[in-house]
Structure formats: structure tokens, C-alpha cells
């Protein structure tokens, strides 16, 4: 039971940091083939399906193991480590790069800015958030590697 929990918690710690790099050099990359509109529904659309998944996943399988463990407890540094970061990672996902992201998708749709600054926004807007939200979480997954503070 227990080899099945940590399965899932590495696949979807997996997921959420390859689909990060896969989603965020893809749609970089057609980002001008497919002109911004289709660019940035797709990152929404990714952002609200995929990611929401994969950290909900992480965080409910990290609490279960937490819960049927007797060496862990939620005092224990990496679980604290991994519940900030899957906090923190909310909280800058709702409260700075989606507002932006939507703010873009926006002026995009109403044409108060050009598809070649809009492009250019976008571009710089994935580099911050992929590098931001990788940063977090490839912190929490060296914290439970080294399992810091056991
Ligand atoms: C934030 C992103 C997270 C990532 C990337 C992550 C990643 C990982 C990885 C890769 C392992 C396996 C480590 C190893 O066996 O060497 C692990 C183990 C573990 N994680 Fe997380 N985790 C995250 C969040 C959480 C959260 C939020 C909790 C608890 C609420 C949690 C609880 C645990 C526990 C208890 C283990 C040890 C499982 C065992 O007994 O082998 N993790 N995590």
C-alpha cells in the first residue's frame, strides 16, 4: 500500500516538473505559428487542467503518507518544506502569473496591444513563471530526497 502511495507521489512530482518544462518550451516555441489568442488559451487551459491535477495529486498522496507513517509527522522539516511550497505556489499562481496571464489574454482579445508586444509579454512572462514555480519545486523534491531534518 505504502510502494503505491510514494508511486503516485513521484509520478504526479514527475508530471508536475516534466509537464512544467514540456508545456512551457512548446508553447515558447509555436508561440508565433500559433499566434497569441490560441497561445494563451492553451496555457490556461494546461494551467487549470493539468498543473491543478498534478499539485493536487502531490499534495493529497504527501498527506496520506504523512498520515499512515510512523517516522514522519507534519512537524517533520521536507513535509513542512512540501506543504509551503505547494502554498506558496498557490498563492503566486493566484495572486501574480494568472491575473497576468489573464490581464494579457484581455488586451490580446481587445486589441490594445500589438500581437508582436503581446508575443514578446508572453515570452517573458512563461521564462519568470516556469523558472519561479521549478525553483519551488525542485526545493521540496531535494528536501524529500535528502528527507532534511530526519
Ligand atoms: C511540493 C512538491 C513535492 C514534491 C516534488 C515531492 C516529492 C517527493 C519525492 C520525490 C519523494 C520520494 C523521496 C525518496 O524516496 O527518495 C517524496 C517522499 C515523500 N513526500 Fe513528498 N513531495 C512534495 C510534496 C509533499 C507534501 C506536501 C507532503 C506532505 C504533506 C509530502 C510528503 C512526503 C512523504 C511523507 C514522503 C516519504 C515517503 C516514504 O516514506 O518513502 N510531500 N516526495
Given amino acids: 500500500m505504502r510502494g503505491i502511495l510514494v508511486t503516485i507521489h513521484v509520478l504526479a512530482a514527475a508530471a508536475w516538473i516534466g509537464g512544467g518544462l514540456f508545456s512551457s518550451v512548446s508553447l ?3 508561440a508565433k505559428s500559433l499566434g497569441v489568442k ?3 488559451s492553451l496555457d490556461q487551459a494546461v494551467g487549470n487542467r493539468f498543473f491543478g491535477a498534478a499539485v493536487g495529486t502531490v499534495a493529497l498522496s504527501g498527506v496520506a503518507l504523512v498520515l499512515t507513517s ?3 509527522g507534519w ?3 521536507f513535509v513542512l518544506v512540501g506543504l509551503a511550497v505547494i502554498v506558496l505556489d498557490g498563492a503566486l499562481e493566484g495572486a501574480v502569473f ?3 496571464l489573464k490581464k494579457l489574454a484581455a488586451a490580446a482579445e481587445s486589441g490594445s496591444t500589438s500581437e508582436v508586444d ?5 515570452r517573458r512572462f512563461s521564462l519568470v513563471s516556469t523558472v519561479a514555480h521549478l525553483a519551488l ?12 531534518g530526519l
Fill in 75 to 77: 512537524g517533520t522539516t
Fill in 28 to 30: 515558447i516555441s509555436l
Fill in 98 to 100: 494568472g491575473p497576468r
Fill in 70 to 72: 510512523d517516522s514522519y
Fill in 137 to 148: 519545486v525542485v526545493f521540496a523534491l531535494w528536501s524529500m530526497v535528502v528527507r532534511l
Fill in 118 to 122: 503581446a508575443l514578446d509579454e508572453f
Fill in 38 to 40: 490560441t497561445v494563451l
